[in-house]
């Protein structure tokens, strides 16, 4: 089914994927006679010029990075209206797909893959940012590729200027800094690199914890995770990758890869494999079994602290932006639903929320939404934004909770459905706010939570308290 979507050139197979932003066909490349991923952006989008500005932003950057083990971009272009980005078709499934019972050998050769395209990405002035098992695809060869550049940041414009109230990621492979909202390079990439291949040798990933936000807390705060004892020869790898001071890091993805190198060939216990990884046939060694025989006598290096905001101070450096106007803000970037990975029921939008215009065009088309329907999305998103950090609750407009939640109560004032959610959304901010405080951090981005949570509830008591002992301790 491919919904009569028609561009010419391309013909349409079958849909792979579908969320908020666009949707990922499995299409014919007609010219060529190839097989391609089409990313077609969600028409409501289309008709918002700073998505469409930002849609065929992300198709540039990532058609400048060509590299092999980046994901390559074939085409990307605008037709009567409808916006689309043309991709390598990777129909062998991602990292998180077959994460379970990866071995050691092919765990460091995925990493150091993805270090040689994350390494040409630096070098060519961008930093992914969000670095992930999801974003890590394969070919059928078994060939490891980057995926999905849509936040990536040219590093001079990221060092030129701070990304006040931005935090863009993921919370389970977020560098320090990045959870800060602070500047980044591409040792915030090597770092979420290092999470992942963390969770890939240590079967789960480097910090948990009930919600996001502590999560990334924790990833500014807490020491670094510890591999299990059979696995400790690897343990100077994952400190110096996932030092929380970026200066402790290695400097560039070379030197990681290099380091790589050197310990798997003193290590010939785990290179059995002469082969390609194939998406049926792999020859792994079980990560129990392969660990089981290394040594653990290679010397720890020092291990330093720091990241996205630097570690100011612990848990009170626990930006007031990131937990603040970042965790639940929107981004200032959008990250579209990763082509042939099939995205989420609704992909992020991730943009700092404007002030909202009550004569937006999005707002009106609300009024042509029947009840159910404006009901059915609101709880979609509201689910999804407690998930996300509030993405969707509150931003675009009138495609968020928080408007969806009104206009319901504004057709039916008793609507206890419509209110229940409004509350949520007001509680979620609540929490935020909280805990900034709790941490000491007073500045704008605490006020900003506290808005958001009373634009969803005007009369909620928590935040009109916390508002008010905010005003007393000379916060904002």
């Not at 849909?15 to 299409?27: D, F, I, Q, R, S």
């Not at 995770?225 to 994952?238: D, G, H, V």
């Not at 009104?406 to 609540?430: C, K, V």
Request: charged share 25%.
């Amino acid at each position: 089914m491919t919904d009569n979507v028609q561009i010419p050139g391309f013909r349409l197979i079958r849909k792979v994927g579908e969320g908020g932003m666009a949707t990922v066909y499995l299409a014919m490349q007609e010219s060529l006679d190839r097989e391609v991923a089409l990313k077609v952006m969600s028409p409501t989008l289309a008709a918002n010029a700073a998505f469409c500005e930002q849609f065929m932003k992300e198709g540039r950057i990532a058609a400048r990075l060509t590299h092999p083990h980046l994901m390559t971009v074939h085409d990307i272009g605008e037709e009567h209206g409808v916006y689309y980005l043309a991709s390598e078709y990777l129909p062998a499934g991602t990292l998180r797909d077959r994460m379970e019972g990866i071995g050691v050998a092919e765990a460091l050769e995925i990493a150091r893959e993805v270090a040689s395209g994350l390494g040409f990405a630096h070098e060519s002035g961008f930093v992914h940012r969000d670095v992930k098992p999801g974003n890590i695809m394969f070919r059928n060869d078994g060939t490891a590729v980057l995926a999905d550049f849509g936040i990536a940041k040219a590093i001079k414009a990221t060092a030129s200027q701070t990304m006040t109230g931005t935090t863009i990621g993921t919370p389970d492979y977020m560098s320090p800094e990045q959870a800060q909202a602070n500047p980044v390079d591409g040792r915030a990439d090597l770092y979420s690199l290092g999470a992942v291949l963390f969770e890939c040798l240590a079967g789960h990933k480097p910090y948990r914890a009930g919600d996001p936000y502590t999560v990334a807390l924790m990833h500014v705060t807490e020491p670094l995770p510890k591999l299990p004892e059979q696995l400790a020869w690897l343990q100077p790898l994952i400190d110096k990758l996932m030092a929380k001071d970026p200066n402790a890091r290695f400097s560039n993805a070379e030197a990681f890869i290099l380091e790589c190198e050197r310990l798997v060939a003193a290590h010939p216990e785990i290179q059995p494999r002469a082969e390609k990884r194939t998406t049926r046939k792999r020859k792994v060694v079980p990560r129990a079994d392969a660990a089981s025989a290394m040594p653990s006598s290679l010397p720890a290096p020092a291990e330093p602290v720091r990241h996205r905001r630097a570690i100011a101070g612990a848990a009170a450096a626990f930006a007031m932006i990131a937990l603040a106007a970042g965790w639940y803000a929107m981004h200032r970037e959008s990250a579209t639903a990763t082509s042939q990975n099939p995205p989420p029921a609704i992909a992020p939008i991730e943009h700092m929320s404007p002030p909202i215009d009550t004569d937006n065009d999005s707002l009106a088309a609300l009024a042509k939404i029947d009840l159910p329907t404006l009901l059915a999305r609101g709880d979609e998103y509201l689910a999804y934004g407690k998930e996300h950090f509030g993405e969707r609750l509150e931003y675009p407009a009138g495609e968020n909770a928080i408007d969806l939640f009104q206009e319901a109560l504004r057709r039916d004032p008793a609507n206890t459905r419509a209110a229940s959610g409004l509350a949520q959304i007001a509680a979620f901010y609540e929490r935020g706010a909280r805990l900034a405080m709790d941490n000491g951090l007073t500045g704008a981005g605490t006020v900003e939570l506290l808005e958001k949570g009373l634009r969803a509830d005007p009369k909620n008591a928590a935040l009109l308290k916390l508002k008010a002992e905010l005003a007393k301790q000379g916060g904002g």
